[in-house]
């Protein structure tokens, strides 16, 4: 058989962790974890209900995630496409993880902790852009923090001088995963407008 099903198997397989892997974990946000937070304008926010797991994109200005302590951080939950999938695990389950990226980095900082939704309107206020709140911020409690060794960045390249690739435009894939149903040239004729006037 060549599936792996046990710890033990992994183990013979890969053998055993570095030093430097278990010292760099720790259970609040040193101050050179802050930093990193601190100047992080993205972060995929991980989260697992019922139905499964989910990942979400998270950006804004540098510093969007705000430190409450070094042992709780504050994200507010900015406009998207309204499904909630994170929240809604949240709700159900609390379990959630962030993973920061800064550009011209090749580390991320993986953050996992117990989160929760806050819609204090004081606290929702403070995160204010052109007076528009979110609508709930997501209060995260750590539990671990640690980065990530940089060599998946730098084997992707991820922040070199890349031509963007041709792919098809969100309204050509919703047009070919509804058979032509979708009106997939006004969305995304439309896109650029709406996207100007509803990212906060």
Request: aromatic share 8%.
């Amino acid at each position: 058989m060549s599936i792996v099903k046990t710890e033990a198997e992994l183990g013979a397989i890969y053998g055993g962790v570095s030093e430097a892997s278990l010292v760099k974990e720790i259970d609040f946000l040193s101050e050179g974890y802050q930093a990193f937070v601190t100047h992080s304008p993205f972060a995929i926010l991980s989260t697992v209900g019922p139905e499964g797991t989910d990942s979400s994109p998270r950006g804004d200005k540098p510093g969007f995630v705000h430190i409450a302590s070094p042992r709780e951080l504050l994200m507010p939950d900015r406009r998207g496409n309204n499904r909630i999938d994170s929240l809604r695990n949240i709700v159900r389950d609390p379990r959630c993880s962030l993973m920061f990226m800064v550009p011209g980095n090749a580390n991320v900082l993986r953050v996992n902790g117990l989160a929760e939704i806050d819609v204090d309107p004081a606290l929702c206020a403070r995160f204010d852009i052109d007076g528009k709140s979110p609508r709930s911020v997501v209060r995260l409690r750590i539990e671990k923090a640690y980065f990530q060794c940089a060599r998946a960045i730098m084997r992707a390249d991820l922040w070199g001088d890349h031509d963007a690739p041709h792919l098809p435009t969100p309204g050509q894939l919703m047009k070919e995963i509804t058979n032509g149903s979708f009106d997939g040239a006004a969305y995304d004729r439309e896109w650029p407008a709406r996207a100007k006037t509803s990212l906060w």
